[in-house]
Each structure stands twice: as structure tokens, then as C-alpha cells.
């Protein structure tokens, strides 16, 4: 109780909880753009104010995977402001950071650089939207861990076995052992939990006398058969799940009575969509551990956005609506203005004074004009509220249910009708798009040698994180292994037996996702490859432009290079550069050629081999007679160099040195590996307070047994 809740204990640690804070979200709208900056900075504020040991957040602290200018400057303005300073911070991290921190170049935690004068350390994991991309695998919270504003933890980059090292914290005799996990495409992490591939490593000495506090950032609701996280699949030796990606506010820790943990799930502190999720209230928590004892405290935040949200059946007021009536429409316009004033009304009432406040509230108007009735026009609505609403453009929303008729035998029963949910089909992704679309294509569209799954995460790549060449690599990485499958079957050049041997090879592949996955990765390494070779290109070539264009100031003017870049002016000097210009038209082509030269010397670099692609594009049978003349010992002896020296080429991108495996072996051996199913279940306790809400008054009496 009071121990808990002392400032000056030594034993007790004060985390400062949040996720989701989406920096960035809608910063070019003249309304909303400050809003994220803003409860941001509330938020940090909350921490330097309750004097927090240090701040947790659960992923997605940017909106974008690569935020802009201004979404950076305000994020470092706000942890320069909040996080830096002479405070001396009181708990000691016992864990190898080598192995905690082995990703970044500056391998231990921000407040024991002695460059820097940290107060209050930020621990973050990276979610969705914010999660490592490029040839060099980096994020935006890899800036700020350079810079040493904050601690990115929880990376994890091997798509065959997760190995989830904690940190170990110390603060008096509590001791918190800090897992994470940073946002991985649900149906793979899924998968690796079904096939044991995710291990969570726990310290061999006192193994219970740690406080064990796990961040995740996964869809925690179900999306489909296997686009979520089961809280069952995580080890029953937690104490306590702080669960990021969900957006609605379930701070109180609820308890898994499977796995005998708490949940705790902070919600963002931003409205990113007009949902009834959103309308809930957002907090953040303020987390005591002391011991095995821990307590959650709500901070409700009092910048954010008020959002009124409300739904209307048009079919549930017969008595006021007839869609026979010829006015009926206008009817329904101003029973909807009603509405529409009375949340006006409520969302003024529930403002909470804080001056950074906005003062302009969310409305949402969700009307469903399922039976004979017509919607009005939303635009010349929405001109009414422009002036008073942050999102006039947004507030009536119409929808209506699709209705099936169901048969019973030979006779049809219009009294049955079967209504779609709203929210059906708001859940598909690219890939699904993508499925869907070759699913229901015609049979001359199909896909006879790529797999629906592959083109879809290529797309998905194309799409979220711009990467221009994924469907290109995955097309041709996946046509230089169905040719080299056809070379090793020594299939004759015949067209259907071609097709036939391509179709099965296709159908082995669908059936092994790992292998599949590994497909993908692959391609979208030789991207990102691809990228950055055509960026060296860009660099070199603007080089010797640069070069060519200074040799040419030196002789047109004596004023040296800014003569050269500024634009003559006069007739004299018009004439003289024009006299010039078949020279100067000749260096160009010269410098034209030199650049295709070291293209393709840069192209023959690359440690793959490309198909040559003719100009228009080539079919299968195509591709593989122009290459069967060539199948010899000498031919097949060179592809098979080529491919070594592409492995090699990724084992350089991806070697680790040798202080470091040396490291990660030593600390591994500090820990023991043991997996959910051969837990001990054991308790955690927890204290009341009567003027807090605590949800754990109820446990004090039914401990677990330890």
C-alpha cells in the first residue's frame, strides 16, 4: 500500500507505460496535424512529474515507416526537453547489453554513455508502422537510438528460430527481467510458435524472484485463422503482458486464467480512425513494482481530441421515417442534425480545461439505411459543421446491410434475411487482395508459375514500404529456379510436358511456406541490392557531372563555378555558348557512354546472375529453349558459381564479429531454456488501494503456489 506509492523507495520501480503514440498522423492537416505532438509531450511530461525510473513504450511510436522533417524535429525537441538532465537514474541493468542491444552500433543503454546526461531512460520496441525496412534493415527508432534519446530493444530479423534475451533490471532488492518483441507479420510469428521456433530465455540464478514483464506489438483480437497472436502461446512464467497494435484503451490488467497472467493493453493516445475502439477514453499507466507486488495507476490523458461516436437504424423508427414519403429525406437530414448537435453539445461539456486542449471535437454519425431508404447529400452536410467539427468531411457516414435470400427446398422465404456485418471486409490486407484476385480470375490470367502467396508479399513490399523492384526480383529469382529445376529433370522441350513439370513444381512450393518465405526474403533482399546500386549509380553519374561542368566553367568564364552555373546573359555571350554546343553535345554522349559502361559493369557485379529479358516479355517456353542449346557441364559449372557467390555475398551482409558471437555465448550461457509446457504456475501479489482502481483486490487471498 503506502510502501508502494512511496517517492523514496528504493526497492520499488515507477514505470511509465504507453503505446501507440502514431507521431506524425495526419501532420499536414490544418486542424488535427499538432494533435499527436502535442499528447506526446503531455505524456513525457507525465513521467519527469511522477519522477519515473524510466518510460516503456509498446511500438508504433511514428505513424510512418519513414516520418517527415517536422514529425522528427518535434520528437527530439521533446525528448531533449523531458528526458535529459542531471537526475541520477536508480537501477543498474545486471544483463550482458551486447546481447540486448547487439544490433546497434553503440551496444549498451543511453544513461551509462558518459558523452550524454540522460534522467529519465525511454525503452521502446518498434510496431508496424514503424518497423526496420531498407537494405540496411533500419527504422526510425534507430535514429533516436544512435542519437542516444532512447533504447531500441526487442529486434528480432531471423525468420527460422526467435531466441527473446531480457534485460535484467536491478532497483534494491526488485528485479525486473524486461522482454520484448518487436511487430513480426502475424501469420509467420504464428506459425514459428505453433512449430516451437520462439524461445524466451529466463536467468538460471533466482529464477522466481524475478518480475517478469513482457511488450508485444500483434493483433491480439482475431483477424483471421492465423492473422493473430493467442495469449496462450506465451510462457506461463510472465507476470505481466503489455500488449501494443490494439488501439482501444484496456489499461487495467485483465488475467488470463489459461496462462495465469495479466494483460495489460494501453490503447494509442491518438485517434488514427473513426471506430467505436477510438471512443474510448485514452490513458496511459503508471506501473509500481516492488517485489513480486505490482499496480497499475490510469492517467487519463487531457490533450487528446474529445470523440463522440453514434449509430442509426432508419428501420427502428418506422414511426418517424416512411420510405414511401416523398420528403422522407429531409426528414432524416434533420432528425441527423438533431443528433449531430446533441454529441456537439456533450463533447463541450466533457472538455477538461487543459489549454493545449483542442477545442474542436470528432463527430461520427454512423446511419444505416438498410430498407427502402435513400441517403442525402454528405458534402452539403458536412458545409454546416465546417467551422465547429475537426472533421467536417467525415461525420455522416451511410451504410447499409446486404440482404440473402435464403432457400428452404423449392420455396423461397423473404422473411429470412441474413445481414453481412459492417465490419466484414475491412480486415483485408494485399495479399488477400491479391489472393482473391488470381482466385477469381479467368483461366488465361492465371498464375501458372508464381504462387498467389509470394506475389502477394511482393506487392504488400511494393505497396507499404516502396521498395519498386520486389515484383521484379521475385519474378525472376522464382523463373531462374523453375529453369534450374527443369535442368535438373533433363525435361524434354516440349511445351505440355514443360507446363506439366512447371505446374507440379508450383504446387510442391505452395505446400512449403518456409521455403516460400525464404523465397521472398531473398528477392527482397536482391531489391534492396538493386536499390542501392542504382543509388551509387545516381551519386557517380552526378559526380562526373559535376566534374564535366566545372571543367567547362574554367574555360567559358574567369569567375570561376558560379559563373559556370548562372545563365549567361546578352546577346555576345548567347552566341558564344551556342558556338559551342556541338562540343559541348559531344562531351555529353561521351559522358552518356561512360555512364552505361560503368552500369554495366555494375550490373555484371552483382552477385546473382539476371535473365536476359528481351523487349517484349517472354513466356516460359520461350525462356527455356533459349536456354536449352546451352545446358552443358561448362555452362551448368559457371550458374552454379554464380550462386555460390551470391550465398557468400550474404554471409559478408550478415556476419557478425567474432567479440561479439563470443559475447552472446557467454551470455547465453547465463540463461536456460524452457518452454510454456513445463512451467510451474506461480503467483503474484499484489496490494489494494482504496483510492486507486485496483483490479487485483480480489487476488490477495488466492495466491498461486510458488
Same mark, same amino acid.
Given at each position: ?526 531489391? #534492396?541490392?538493386?536499390? @542501392?546500386?542504382?543509388?551509387?549509380? %545516381?551519386?557517380?553519374? *552526378? +559526380? =562526373?557531372?559535376?566534374? !564535366? ?124 531454456? #524452457?518452454?510454456?509446457? @513445463?512451467?510451474?504456475?506461480?503467483? %503474484?501479489?499484489?496490494? *489494494? +488501494? =482504496?483510492?486507486?482502481? !485496483? ?12
Amino acid at each position: 500500500m503506502s510502501t508502494i506509492n512511496s517517492q523514496d523507495d528504493e526497492d520499488a520501480f515507477k514505470i511509465l507505460i504507453a503505446t501507440d503514440i502514431h507521431l506524425g498522423y495526419l501532420e499536414k492537416d490544418p486542424v488535427r496535424g499538432n494533435d499527436t505532438f502535442v499528447t506526446f509531450d503531455e505524456i513525457l511530461g507525465h513521467a519527469q512529474k511522477n519522477d519515473v525510473d524510466f518510460v516503456l513504450l509498446g511500438g508504433d511510436l511514428f505513424h510512418e515507416n519513414k516520418p517527415s522533417r517536422k514529425t522528427v524535429h518535434s520528437c527530439l525537441e521533446s525528448l531533449r526537453k523531458y528526458c535529459m538532465g542531471d537526475r541520477p537514474v536508480q537501477f543498474e541493468i545486471l544483463s550482458d547489453q551486447a546481447v540486448n542491444f547487439h544490433y546497434s552500433k553503440f551496444p549498451w543503454v543511453n544513461y551509462q554513455d558518459r558523452n550524454l546526461n540522460i534522467s529519465i531512460p525511454i525503452f521502446s520496441i518498434h510496431g508496424n508502422h514503424d518497423d526496420p525496412t531498407g537494405a540496411d534493415a533500419l527504422c526510425a527508432l534507430d535514429i533516436l537510438s544512435c542519437a542516444g534519446l532512447l533504447n531500441h530493444f526487442g529486434r528480432s530479423t531471423s525468420v527460422e528460430k526467435i531466441d527473446i534475451s531480457p534485460i535484467l533490471l536491478r532497483k534494491g532488492r526488485t528485479k525486473i527481467a524486461l522482454y520484448g518483441l518487436g511487430a513480426i507479420p502475424d501469420e509467420r510469428l504464428y506459425r514459428m510458435f505453433v512449430n516451437k521456433q520462439v524461445t524466451m530465455l529466463r536467468p538460471k540464478e533466482d529464477e522466481d524472484s524475478w518480475f517478469n514483464l513482457f511488450v508485444i506489438h500483434q493483433n491480439r483480437s482475431k483477424h483471421g485463422a492465423t492473422n493473430y497472436i493467442p495469449e496462450q502461446f506465451l510462457d506461463d512464467f510472465i507476470d505481466l503482458v503489455v500488449w501494443g497494435h490494439e488501439h482501444e484503451c484496456k489499461i487495467a490488467p485483465s488475467q488470463n486464467e489459461q496462462q495465469c497472467f495479466y494483460v495489460s493493453q494501453p490503447g494509442s493516445s491518438v485517434v488514427t480512425s473513426l471506430s467505436p475502439g477510438e471512443a474510448v477514453k485514452k490513458h496511459i499507466g503508471l506501473l509500481h513494482v516492488k517485489g513480486k507486488i505490482m499496480k497499475m495507476q490510469k492517467i487519463a490523458l487531457e490533450t487528446v481530441r474529445t470523440f463522440h461516436m453514434e449509430d442509426i437504424v432508419l428501420a427502428d423508427h418506422r414511426d418517424l421515417f416512411n420510405p414511401d414519403n416523398p420528403k422522407v429525406t429531409q426528414a432524416i437530414q434533420a432528425f441527423c442534425m438533431e443528433k449531430v448537435e446533441l454529441m456537439l453539445d456533450e463533447a463541450e461539456r466533457e472538455l477538461l480545461g487543459n489549454p493545449r486542449q483542442p477545442e474542436k471535437p470528432l463527430i461520427r454519425l454512423r446511419v444505416d439505411y438498410t430498407g427502402g431508404f435513400e441517403p442525402f447529400s454528405v458534402h452539403r452536410f458536412s458545409q454546416k459543421y465546417v467551422d465547429r467539427v475537426a472533421n467536417p468531411k467525415d461525420i455522416i457516414h451511410f451504410f447499409r446491410h446486404r440482404e440473402q435470400k435464403e432457400k428452404n427446398d423449392s420455396d423461397l422465404n423473404f422473411g429470412k434475411l441474413v445481414s453481412r456485418p459492417a465490419s466484414e471486409g475491412m480486415t483485408l490486407r494485399v495479399e488477400d487482395l491479391v489472393k482473391q484476385y488470381f482466385q477469381t480470375a479467368e483461366k488465361k490470367v492465371q498464375l501458372s508459375l508464381l504462387t498467389e502467396r509470394g506475389m502477394g508479399e511482393a506487392v504488400q513490399e511494393f505497396v507499404d514500404k516502396e521498395e519498386k523492384d520486389a515484383i521484379e526480383e521475385l519474378v525472376k529469382f522464382q523463373l531462374e529456379k523453375t529453369q534450374r529445376f527443369l535442368k535438373e529433370r533433363r525435361t524434354d522441350a516440349e511445351e505440355e510436358k514443360i507446363d506439366e513439370e512447371v505446374r507440379k513444381f508450383r504446387e510442391s512450393r505452395k505446400k512449403n511456406t518456409e521455403e516460400e518465405d525464404e523465397e521472398v526474403r531473398e528477392a527482397m533482399n536482391r531489391a #534492396r541490392a538493386h536499390r @542501392s546500386e542504382d543509388a551509387i549509380l %545516381v551519386a557517380a553519374s *552526378s +559526380d =562526373e557531372e559535376l566534374m !564535366d561542368t566545372g571543367m567547362k566553367g574554367t574555360g567559358d568564364s574567369d569567375d570561376g563555378l558560379p559563373a559556370t552555373l548562372s545563365r549567361g546573359r546578352g546577346r555576345a555571350r548567347g552566341r558564344a555558348r551556342g558556338a559551342r554546343g556541338q562540343n559541348s553535345t559531344a562531351r555529353g554522349s561521351s559522358r552518356r557512354g561512360r555512364g552505361s559502361t560503368s552500369q554495366e559493369s555494375a550490373t555484371s557485379s552483382r552477385s546473382y546472375k539476371p535473365v536476359s529479358a528481351p523487349a517484349k516479355n517472354m513466356s516460359i517456353m520461350d525462356a527455356f529453349r533459349s536456354l536449352k542449346p546451352e545446358v552443358s557441364l561448362n555452362s551448368s559449372k559457371s550458374y552454379s558459381e554464380d550462386i555460390v557467390d551470391d550465398d557468400s555475398d550474404l554471409e559478408d551482409i550478415s556476419v557478425v564479429p567474432t567479440s561479439k558471437v563470443n559475447q552472446r555465448l557467454s551470455t547465453t550461457s547465463l540463461f536456460s531454456k #524452457r518452454g510454456s509446457q @513445463s512451467q510451474t504456475p506461480r503467483g %503474484v501479489d499484489f496490494e *489494494s +488501494d =482504496e483510492d486507486e482502481f !485496483d483490479p487485483f483486490k480480489s487476488t490477495a487471498t488466492s495466491r498461486r503456489t510458488k
